[in-house]
């Protein structure tokens, strides 16, 4: 059964930091790109960041670069968000998502956790 169990949103003041884990189960991790998504109320799903298979390219979105690290550890099947420097915008459902892609990058699988929320207010 594949499992993607998210952890550590929470509700944090502006400036402030918090670091989500993703932690893997039922198939393969080290064959997965694995992505970090938020859907903030109203809006469409969106890419913060990815980080391929081995961990070799790791892209992030314009609005948290310099202060988002995504990471991962295909031993323990665990990928983690560093969020620093947060700001009210960043307040959003934040999802792990899995995804498996050909050689030219089109997606063949994928699996979604079911989000944390984490809200940033003061």
């Known amino acids: 059964q594949v499992q993607l169990v998210e952890s550590g949103g929470d509700l944090v003041q502006p400036g402030g930091s918090l670091r989500l884990s993703c932690a893997a189960s039922?198939?393969?991790?080290?064959?997965?790109?694995m992505r970090w998504y938020r859907q903030a109320p109203g809006k469409e799903r969106a890419l913060v960041a990815e980080?391929?298979?081995?961990?070799?390219?790791?892209n992030y979105a314009d609005s948290v670069k310099g202060r988002f690290t995504i990471s991962r550890d295909n031993a323990k099947n665990t990928v983690t968000l560093q969020m620093n420097s947060l700001k009210p915008e960043d307040t959003a459902v934040y999802y792990c998502?899995?995804?498996?892609?050909?050689?030219?990058?089109?997606?063949?699988?994928?699996?979604w956790g079911q989000g944390t929320q984490v809200t940033v207010s003061s």
């Open positions: 039922g198939f393969t991790f080290s064959n997965y790109a």
């Open positions: 998502n899995a995804v498996s892609l050909s050689r030219v990058g089109v997606p063949l699988r994928q699996y």
């Open positions: 980080i391929t298979s081995a961990g070799g390219r790791i």
